[in-house]
């Protein structure tokens, strides 16, 4: 009797971590936490030393930032998630878990996040809160009525990296903006892609994620383009005009091959303007994002 019980217990605390895990989007949320680590990284210096506290902190009032962002997110767009096949079973539009319940959740995430991070400095705070302010206010609401959506949201899922600079020196200046500048032209080829290989799936809900609407040549010809902007952020630092983020030739020289290979991906979506072919470069976008800055780390301490 003891051990079903003990079972059953077990069983119910794997199913609110796992609904946890859901709803705050854990995987997505794990790696804009690694971006605003990364931005810690390269923004700390003999001016600015390292804490081990306020990158913890970092981490924490992250999670919790980007998790409420998208709790808030699934509860706006519930009868929206019921109807694709992607989402219709996450924890709100299947009803395991209520309204009441998520958006409790989602504003006390959004209070510890914060508060987290105003201990780390008020600049950092208040990037968040424009962050999750965009993100929820804005860029919801318009994935339904204009393909802009992508654009506006290019600016809360632009800032993690730059914050990371910002919670190390506690100012905004040349450096976070280029950090800011690098993940926002990112932001297109990449939802672009998902946009693309998702499109009947998006259809459904009437989510308008595609510059043109459409699957067509150009919006293939866009994510070139911005593909090419990209690239062109990305190797910036190495010509002296960034101020403290510096970025070395053989740096340079490895970031531009991965600039390239992600504009190879985005020049066959627009030969083979298919499904497969979004898919590959939306993971491609993916791993370049990260190599990109993993690069820049190494390339500062070595």
């Known amino acids: 009797m003891k051990n079903s019980l003990l079972e059953t217990n077990t069983i119910t605390l794997k199913s609110i971590f796992l609904d946890f895990k859901e709803i705050t989007k854990a995987g997505l949320a794990i790696s804009v936490v690694f971006s ?63 309204v009441n319940k998520a958006l409790t959740l989602g504003f006390v995430l959004t209070f510890i996040g914060l508060v987290v991070l105003y201990f780390i400095n008020p600049k950092t705070a208040m990037f968040g809160a424009i962050s999750i302010f965009m993100y929820v206010s804005l860029y919801t609401p318009l994935k339904t009525l204009t393909p802009l959506s992508v654009f506006v949201g290019a600016f809360p899922g632009a800032i993690p990296f730059m914050l990371g600079w910002v919670a190390a020196t506690g100012s905004f200046g040349i450096e976070a903006g280029t950090l800011f500048l ?34 067509d040549k150009k919006t293939a010809i ?24 510096q970025l070395s030739v053989v740096g340079a020289v490895i970031v531009f091959v991965l600039g390239c290979w992600m504009m190879y991906h985005a020049i066959q979506l627009y030969k083979n303007m298919d ?20 690069v820049y780390v190494i390339d500062k301490f070595v």
């Open 275 to 294: 499904a497969k072919t979004a898919k590959r470069l939306m993971l491609v976008s993916v791993t370049y994002i990260t190599l990109l800055q993993i």
């Open 36 to 98: 605003s680590i990364v931005g810690y990284l390269l923004g700390f210096s003999d001016k600015y030393p390292f804490s081990l506290t306020a990158l913890l902190l970092l981490a924490i009032g992250g999670y919790c930032m980007v998790g409420a962002s998208n709790i808030f997110n699934q509860v706006i767009e519930k009868d929206l998630d019921a109807k694709m096949d992607r989402t219709k079973n996450r924890p709100v539009p299947s009803g395991r878990m209520s």
């Open 182 to 215: 690098i993940q926002f032209f990112w932001q297109f080829p990449h939802f672009w892609a998902i946009g693309w290989f998702l499109f009947e799936d998006y259809e459904k809900a009437g989510f308008f994620m595609l510059p043109t609407g459409k699957r």
């Open 222 to 245: 866009q994510t070139i383009l911005y593909t090419f902007w990209l690239i062109i952020a990305s190797v910036l630092p190495a010509f002296g005009f960034t101020g403290r983020l």
